[in-house]
């Protein structure tokens, strides 16, 4: 915002046969203002509010031609539900489907908290669907919502605080024990309160950036809250040995045509550590399967659901680039000779999909997680035993990928190289593997025990 006390303001200007012929005249620095009104009484009104402005020394802005106290009252009159509104508009063209839901799901809990206390709240289950499913969803701006809708909607925009009221730390505050809670008012998973909190600190950044607040500091950071604890290590009671990972897609290749179609999938997630949405998305085109030794996989993208409502094109899914990487970067994945097999098998019985898919439904369309999820606890089931089968042992899919990953680094990998086929960043793999680094460490110590004492032994 450039400021300047370098301002002229000039004599009102009459322009004869225009519809508004008196027209206020200034000039901010090198920038010139103007505006046009119908009453000349009107003109004389706007043009004494500048003149005082500027006898009380005010700076003006250069692009606005408005002096500070008028910029600072009408951003005063700007309410957190105008903010997260122009927030959604800013971010919705270049976030991910999903990214877009988890914005209207943390701005649907968060707005709710920041409601004035007056008759006529809508009623919590009206609020939510008004909230998350037309305020917060670019793409339904254009439509009419219902009437229960539209009325809960004023209703908000009438009752909305301030935005420049989050300054406020027990406002903020209100937000934050908002997001650490579920709908039910139970405690909120911690990965669940750490997007959301990361949603409203996007959305205060940009308030910061608007100029709404009257320190450049985001208010978040003066607060001194908790959130839920959450657990990122891998726990290693999840994660299968190959003995049990054979068994396992033995299983899976018992429960009838789509057991048969999906016990490659699976051995994607261990094998090459892919992730379900990588895997869905595998095409022949990206697989080397020689005749004999190791293959590689190229992995470009995968295949994520987010419902119709939240796409570009309408469809329940969205094509997206490799996770946490540059749009056309890609990742290669050797996988062992045994699982080659087991791919040109697969090919060979159930071909591929006509945009060359791998792996689909009976229909050929893209696999959902609710059947190959019911078709892995069948087999998880029948594979183990009961004590297993009620622990957390490969209990999801995507345990499959930490057992691979965990397998790598036991085996002696270079975690750096384990980073890179899994597609994690060194940092987050020491972080989310510790526990299994910290056994791989243990074996190491017997290792160098060992090596020292036949050198301490007499020569």
């Known amino acids: 915002m450039p400021l300047t006390f370098d301002v002229r303001i000039y004599a009102i200007e ?36 500048l003149m005082s402005a500027l006898r009380r020394g005010e700076q003006f802005d250069e692009e606005l031609g408005l002096p500070v106290s008028e910029i600072r009252a009408a951003r005063q009159r700007v309410t957190w539900y105008e903010h997260t509104r122009a927030f959604i508009d800013r971010k919705w063209a270049a976030a991910p ?46 439509e009419t ?16 605080v301030g935005i420049a009221e989050l300054e406020t730390a027990y406002v903020v505050r209100q937000a934050l024990d908002a997001l650490a809670l579920k709908l039910d008012g139970t405690r909120a998973a911690a990965k669940t309160a750490t997007r959301k909190r990361a949603c409203l600190s996007d959305v205060l950044n940009l308030a910061l950036e608007q100029g709404y607040f009257s320190t450049p500091v985001n208010p978040l950071s003066a607060i001194r809250w908790k959130a839920p604890k959450s657990v990122e290590e891998v726990d290693p009671e999840s994660v299968v040995n190959p003995r049990q990972m054979r068994q ?23 094998h090459a550590a892919m992730r379900p949405a990588e895997a ?56 062992p000779p045994h699982f080659v097999r087991l791919l040109r098998e697969h090919i060979d019985a159930h071909g591929v999909a006509p945009d060359g898919r791998l792996f689909r439904t009976e229909r050929g369309g893209l696999l959902q997680e609710t059947g190959y999820g019911e078709v892995w606890a069948r087999a998880r089931a029948q ?9 957390l042992l490969a209990r999801r899919p995507y345990d499959l990928r930490h057992a691979g990953v965990s397998f790598w680094l036991s085996s002696g990998v270079d975690p750096v ?9 060194v940092a987050v793999l020491l972080r989310v593997y510790a526990k299994v680094l910290a056994h791989t460490r243990e074996r190491s110590n017997v290792l160098i025990d060992a090596a020292l004492r036949e050198w301490n032994e007499p020569g």
Do not use: M
């Open 14 to 49: 009459f322009r004869k046969d225009r519809p508004k012929p008196h027209r206020v005249r200034w000039l901010v620095g090198t920038q010139k203002h103007s505006k046009s009104y119908a009453i000349k009484a009107q003109a004389d009104g706007r043009r004494s509010e």
């Open 97 to 142: 489907a999903k990214s877009r839901k988890n914005y209207a799901d943390a701005l649907a809990t968060i707005t709710p908290a920041l409601l004035r206390d007056v008759p006529g709240r809508p009623s919590a289950p009206v609020l939510r669907r008004a909230l998350y499913g037309w305020a917060y969803n670019r793409n339904r701006w254009d």
């Open 145 to 160: 919502p219902p009437a229960d809708i539209a009325a809960a909607l004023a209703w908000v925009e009438r009752n909305s």
């Open 248 to 270: 396992l897609l033995a299983a899976v290749r018992e429960q009838g045509s789509r057991g048969r179609h999906l016990e490659a999938f699976f051995g994607c997630l261990y």
């Open 280 to 335: 869905s998305a595998l095409k022949r085109t990206h697989c080397h399967l020689p005749v004999d030794g190791w293959g590689e996989l190229t992995l470009r993208g995968g295949v994520v659901r987010a419902g119709r409502g939240w796409t570009n094109d309408g469809r329940a899914h969205e094509d997206r680039h490799l996770k946490a990487r540059a749009v056309r970067d890609s990742r290669v994945v050797p996988i």
């Open 383 to 391: 594979a183990l035993g009961e004590d297993d089968a009620a622990s």
């Open 417 to 425: 190289e384990v980073a890179r086929r899994a597609g994690h960043s």
